[in-house]
């Protein structure tokens, strides 16, 4: 189940419990004068600061408030079926999970989160077909999706297209430079491509 933990299934908080992060301001509730610059925009201020992230702990951070961010706008509905599938995955009920999920790609087939979360799902069931377009799907909505990237390569690397998990990674690092899954992925695809080229 190696792939099944790979994306983050972070507990979401609740409104409001964002923490502090340089470079973008979020509101007091009692103070409606202070800008709040939309979830988009937050999104990009992170993604931008992850890519030039200067160690791992300062990625961590920005990575938490993109998840956060990518979660915290979707519907209650989807929110509460986020919730329903990472408290499933945590008491090891794939099938309640894999619904949930499902349900939430039906609801809003643009959450490309939901995308990719049940692409772990399909990956784990050893159906690598059906997680490559889902997180095909993913990439397409959200190109930034760096999970998504690393997912990707660790299913192309057991379809063994290892050139295409190769520039997976690569995809994967470019959008988080310290991801262990990538770091690790590319290390291990660079050295197979080595081995085959000689």
């Known amino acids: 189940m190696r792939f099944l933990r ?9 409104a ?20 709040d610059p939309p979830p988009a925009q937050k999104l990009n201020t992170y993604f931008e600061a992850l890519a030039r992230s200067g160690s791992a702990e300062e990625a961590a951070r920005y990575e938490g408030e993109i998840y956060l961010i990518m979660t915290r706008n979707a519907s ?11 408290v499933a995955l945590d008491a090891d ?11 939430i790609t039906e609801l809003d087939p643009n959450f490309a989160e ?17 997680a490559e377009a889902l997180l095909k799907r993913a990439l397409r909505l959200e190109p930034r999706h760096f999970a ?32 262990d899954s990538a770091k690790r992925g ?5 050295a197979r491509l080595d081995g085959l080229s000689l």
């Open 93 to 103: 009920d794939k099938d309640a999970a894999r619904t949930a999920l499902t349900s």
């Open 6 to 14: 790979l994306l983050p299934l972070l507990l979401l908080l609740p």
């Open 148 to 179: 998504a990237w690393a997912g990707l390569g660790l299913v192309r690397e057991d379809l063994g297209d290892f050139r295409g998990a190769q520039a997976a990674y690569r995809e994967a690092l470019f959008y988080h430079p310290y991801l």
């Open 186 to 190: 590319l290390i291990r695809m660079e």
């Open 114 to 130: 939901g995308l990719a979360r049940l692409a772990n799902i399909a990956y784990d069931d050893g159906d690598y077909v059906q």
């Open 76 to 86: 209650p509905t989807i929110t509460f079926l986020l919730e329903s599938a990472s």
């Open 16 to 35: 409001g419990s964002v923490p502090m992060t340089p470079g973008v301001v979020v509101p007091e509730v009692d103070n409606p004068t202070i800008y």
